[in-house]
């Protein structure tokens, strides 16, 4: 009995201490705490989060926090940009002291450069790096048009078109034939027009000065472009498919119908008939048409983009696969692009043997516009009906007493001449590697790039434009090959011992290119009813055909040492030696050498800034080349075409000629760089700071130099060394990311300021004029160079008083109304020679802003670019010229009358020139502008729910397209392809940028 009493005893006891236990550690508690970093410095705003519950709080500028009323076995997330994140079970704690770790592999970060990687913090050079996220859900699918915005020092532009190349130029232009950067693609040759998928994309470095870029020598002039693919990880597999779906819109000018058109039109004719224009006595008899030319070739374009990808592999194989199907049908009439691509990544390691191997494929099928259908909106009169049956082909255009217009009517045009460009792409490269005593690795590196493009054309019976003629119908096929081998066998020796850390890089490498080009045009397509055979062999008219070849090779011997003594003091020497088959034989070998120094001044003992986690200055000075020019421009070039009747009895004999003169002292074309710069880090990772100073002379430029045909010169301009560029600017990039709680954000801004000066234009040569602008030794490429507009004449009397210096009369023509010119010779007339320089075409500053939020599951993002300070000769507004040509113009116009005496805008009359003429100075607007790129919200289906159904991942977007600008510019738009090295900032109606709208959608299981 006392037995059982005591075991009852001990129950009961035992189940007292039991309960008592589980009320202590379910009852809530509150904690107190500190957080710290290894140094004992407090850190702020550090993220505590109760694990599984929305409780959560974040440190003060004492690094202390409180959670009140939380169970006492909870367990805490404790997270901080740049730190190691760490899990912390309560356990009725009720004091925490939480010591965090510095990320090492966020401070590490890695930088691909040429041939090798480096830690971003050792980068001794200027490198810009754009990674993976920043390019999510970019609506271009370009890999050139999606880092628009995203570096500093780097101009893009587009033109808008459905698979159209985005053209990149790094620091400026250095070159006068060719300015195009150097691609690289997981160590293959490669280039902006690859047709790359987006969502392929690891990381793309940009290198800019010749610390980073001379490994590649005489191609690195322009900078180099390195962009590198995904590749598989170890795990199991992993699926990723990812939809988008945007719909598209093109600009429209706000044009006259034809009633208002009318009426100034016939004001302009009353105009010419009182001024005694020759040949015009009376107004037209307008057609009946009232056609917007605007709204029969613009539409909705809808473009669908879609992506899956596998990875995944072991610790000896990894792969990564992708396959991409893209669809645009344009918004512009007749016109598109399809594409697909496949790719696969696959890479391993077995002891002290690696290998791997990247290969893609590509096919196009494009959709080709004719002509340019912006500048045909403003020179078609919306009296002429699109379709026209008693014209060759059905269609409407210009005629001399009803529509006296040589506008061509741009729906005939894509209906008559069906052009569709086929493309396929074939690069990839193979890799075999050899690690020997941790520290030597041989690498034989195998790349292999091919092209196939095809442009078939039907032209169909039928004209477009007033005055064409009767041109017979035709098909052409026109053919582009070529392929591009590269070998490189590298060795690289990395030892670190004591304080002393050597990287040492040597190599050789060759590359061969070859291309074929060939075209044939056969006359007279057979038809079934209104029918094409597209068949050549259907074709029964006259063949015409002809083609040609081109290749080169080159061979280089590279050399790369890095020292780093105790991680403060930082030294990198370059080397290059490149020979080339474009140069004679006695000039085809080239030396490029950089040498870059850099010192951590953070790693120093008398360094103490407790909110810097690392400063280092650079400086880096070096050579760069360049052999953009034809494949045999230093040999003669001989024409068969001369033909002669000779002897008894005759006959034609075959001759031969000299066509082109032989330049054979052609040499490198070289570019001098000189960069100096610093980085900072600070606020525990969340700050990064970087600004460049850089300077850069190209000398022994490669043009081609026009000479008289009386020289007995008449197969094109021979190529010289001709002229020197310089370039000098500043860049700087900072950024800030943090963590709050569950709020994230971060931001960046980039800006650039750029000028460039003609040093010499070779040959004597002290200016370069063109239609527009003047490039003259000691100034600026392509400045403005135009008649200037002092405003317009009021009476008659004004224009008798408008005298230069002498007394003459400097207009005695004009009228009321026209435009006064300057006479900046006071020669007492106008003519060329009062051209002057009224404007600049290059910006002030360039700069790119960058904004990302998230919170819990929704995410934003915030691209923005800009340009400021330059003048773009709007190419609209002069083809509007005021109907001296009958051509339309745009609504609101108020010209000079004797009503309303405007002193900016003359009056209007056909068939004279004196006032609408395209090189004054009036056409010339502020082309500043800032734009928001893109605008992306974003929501993730929470991961416990995506669990149940075995997803990862499920995240949905919608992104808005240049749907903000602000600019002054009156044009389409204020960022368009230049129209060429000389005319940079001319918008000759170019093709306007899109504004769109995506919807995306995204899979990860």
Known sequence: MNKKKLNLWKGTLFMLVWISSVCLFAQN????????????????????????????????????????????????????????????????????????????????????????????????????????????????????????????????????????????????????????????????YGGSDLGVNVEDIESIQILKDASSAAIYGSRAANGVVIVTTKQGKEGPLKVKFDSQLTLNWLPRYDLMDASTYKIYNDRAYEEAILAGVGGITKRQNHFDGDTDWQEEMLGTGILQNYNISLSGGSNTVKYYTSLNRMVDDGALYRTGYDKYGFRLNTSGQKGIFSYGENFY???????????????????????????????????????????????????????????????????????????????????????????????????????????????????????AQNHDILIEQTYNFKHKFGKHDVNALGGITYNKFHEEVRWITKLDPLTIGDKYIKSLDAATG??????????????????????????????????????????????????????????????????????????????????????????????????????AIMGNPETKEIGMIQSRLTNTDLVWEKKTTANAGFDLVGLNNRLRFSAEYFYSKSGDLLVYLPILMSSGNEGGSPAVNAGSLENRGVEVEIGWNDKVGDFSYSASLNVSHLKNKVIDLGYGQTVYYTDLAKTEIGQSLGMWYLYKMNGIFQSGEEVRNYTNSEGTVIQPNALPGDIKYDDYNDDGIISSDDRQIVGNPWPKLEMGLNLGASYRN??????????????????????????????????????????????????????????????????????????????????????TFCEKFGIDRVRASVTLQNMVTLTKYSGLDPEFADGGIFTIGADNCSFPNPRAVQFALSFTF
């Open 29 to 188: 508690i509150t904690i107190q705490g500190t957080v710290t970093d290894t140094k004992g410095e407090a850190l702020i705003g550090v993220s505590i989060q109760v694990s599984g519950k929305t409780t959560g709080t974040v440190t003060d500028t004492n690094g202390r926090f409180t959670l009140t009323n939380i169970p006492s076995n909870s367990i805490l997330e404790i997270s901080y940009l740049g730190m190691i994140s760490q899990t912390i079970a309560l356990n009725g704690e009720t004091i925490l002291n939480i010591i965090l770790q510095e990320d090492i592999e966020t401070l590490e970060e890695v930088v691909v450069v040429g041939y090798g990687t480096v830690k971003k913090k050792d980068l001794l050079g200027a490198v810009s790096v754009v990674k993976e996220d920043a390019l999510a859900e970019r609506v271009s699918g370009n890999i050139v048009e999606s880092m628009r915005g995203l570096t500093s020092g780097v101009k893009i532009t587009s033109s808008g078109q459905p698979g159209s190349n985005a053209s990149i130029i790094i620091r400026g232009l250095g070159s006068l034939t060719n300015n195009n950067p150097l691609f690289i693609i997981d160590g293959a």
């Open 361 to 479: 494929y590509t096919k196009s099928n494009r959709t080709l516009l004719n002509g340019n259908p912006w500048y045909d909106f403003i020179f078609m009169p919306p009296t002429i009906p699109v379709y026209d049956e008693s014209h060759t082909g059905g269609y409407g255009y210009g005629d001399v007493d009803r529509a006296n217009s040589y506008g061509r009517n741009p729906v005939a045009m894509q209906d008559l001449m069906e052009r569709n460009n086929e493309e396929e792409y074939l690069t990839g490269n193979v890799f075999g590697q050899v690690s020997l005593f941790n520290m030597l690795d041989a690498r034989l590196n195998v790349a292999y790039k091919s092209y196939m493009g095809v442009t078939n054309t039907l032209r169909k019976k039928g004209n477009w434009v007033m005055g064409q003629g009767d041109d017979a119908a035709h098909l052409g096929y026109n053919s």
């Open 542 to 643: 006259n063949t015409t055909a002809g083609g040609s070849y081109g290749e080169s090779a080159l061979i280089s011997y590279l050399g790369r040492i890095n020292y780093s003594y105790d991680d403060r003091y930082l030294t990198q020497i370059t080397a290059r030696r490149d020979g080339t088959s474009r140069l004679p034989k006695d000039k085809r070998w080239g030396n490029f050498l950089s040498v870059s120094l850099g010192w951590r001044i953070s790693g120093e003992e008398f360094f103490d800034v407790p909110f810097i986690d690392d400063l280092k200055i650079r400086a880096n000075y070096g050579t760069l080349g360049n052999s953009s020019i034809g494949y045999w421009d230093y040999q003669s070039t001989i024409n068969t075409a001369p033909r």
């Open 858 to 943: 929704f995410d934003l993002k915030i691209n923005g670019y800009g340009r400021f300070g330059h003048d773009i000769w709007n190419g609209s507004a002069a083809a509007a010229g005021d109907f001296a040509n009958n051509q339309n113009n745009f609504n609101g116009l108020r010209p000079w009358t004797q009503e309303y005496r405007s002193n900016d805008r003359p009056r209007i009359v056909y068939g004279d020139s004196r006032n609408s003429r395209g090189d004054q100075s009036r056409w010339l607007e502020d082309g500043s502008f800032f734009r928001l790129s893109d605008i992306t919200l974003g929501y993730s289906i929470p991961a």
